[in-house]
């Protein structure tokens, strides 16, 4: 309990008082700092184990059913993994890049399956909302995640990735998707743990590309802009990427030098 204070509230000193209020001891915040951080550290060494066993080299005569890393909450169905990187200020060290990994259940529900539930349990019709492109597609959500984080560079984080994947045995999944921003060493990482996972590059960052080219071409905030984008949208959505490459290699571009956002 002193533990999972320590982690979620905004210092070990008010975690200490909370402690305090919830079970009538007295615990300073140096002493939870010191079980947090003690804890934390057995849980990285026993991660960092877990990891080299994962990736170690096969072993003569090695059973190929034999799991390296113990199940522990598997993944039935469909699964996704997803890859990102944060910056995070660590004390008396400044700025420092975190990379991260999430493995998460993939729920696939009828078209408005979550609105017409929220409405029934409101039991109130929900407000107007404007139409999107979702409205007459199945609604995809993500549950149970587990994550690895940490200072890594990209293959240390595919090592705990890779053992972390084993641990939910999305290895033995229908359907595996990675849903990522596209960047190279995310896309290496994923080929190189899990080769069978379909990238996708997700909708934010792959609807700004397109408004980026859109604005560079045709200017910013024009009518030829947002009805070049929005078609191009439209196709996206639809899994027609191989319309909206050939949108960009029909783009006529008449600056010199060919803006950066196009090439």
């Known amino acids: ?12 000193e008010q975690a200490a008082e909370d402690y305090s209020d919830a079970v009538g001891g007295a615990m300073s915040g140096s002493s ?17 184990i877990e990891a080299e066993r994962a990736s170690a080299p096969a072993r003569r005569g090695e059973d190929p059913r034999f799991r ?11 699964a996704n993994v997803s890859t990102d990187g944060t910056m995070i200020r660590l004390r008396d060290e400044g700025w420092k890049e975190v990379k991260i990994s999430a493995i998460s259940q993939v729920e696939v529900q009828p ?10 349990r ?13 409205q007459e597609d199945p609604e995809v959500h993500l549950t149970a995640h587990s994550y690895c984080a940490g200072l890594w560079d990209a293959d240390e984080l595919g090592r705990h990735q890779y053992a972390e994947g084993l641990r939910r045995s999305i290895d033995q999944v229908e359907r595996l998707s990675s849903v990522n ?22 909708w934010s960052h792959a609807s700004g590309r397109l408004w980026a080219v ?35 290699h029909g783009l006529q571009v008449d600056q010199c030098p060919v803006p950066d956002e196009v090439r």
């Open 122 to 134: 409101s039991g109130s019709e929900p407000e107007h909302r404007r139409p999107s492109r979702r």
């Open 32 to 48: 939870l700092r010191r079980i947090t951080l003690g804890v934390g550290e057995e849980m990285a060494e026993q991660k960092e």
């Open 181 to 202: 921003d596209g960047a190279p060493r995310i896309e290496r990482t994923t080929l190189t743990n899990v080769p069978e996972a379909v990238q996708i590059v997700d």
């Open 214 to 248: 859109g604005q560079a071409v045709y200017g910013e905030g024009s009518d030829k802009t947002k009805a070049w984008v929005e078609a191009n949208l439209d196709d996206l959505w639809a899994g027609q990427g191989w319309a909206v490459v050939g949108a960009l």
């Open 111 to 120: 078209p408005g399956a979550k609105q017409a539930s929220s409405t029934q």
């Open 68 to 78: 390296r890393v113990a199940r522990q909450a598997p993944i039935l169905g469909q």
């Open 1 to 12: 309990m002193a533990t999972r204070h320590g982690l979620r509230a905004p210092s070990f």
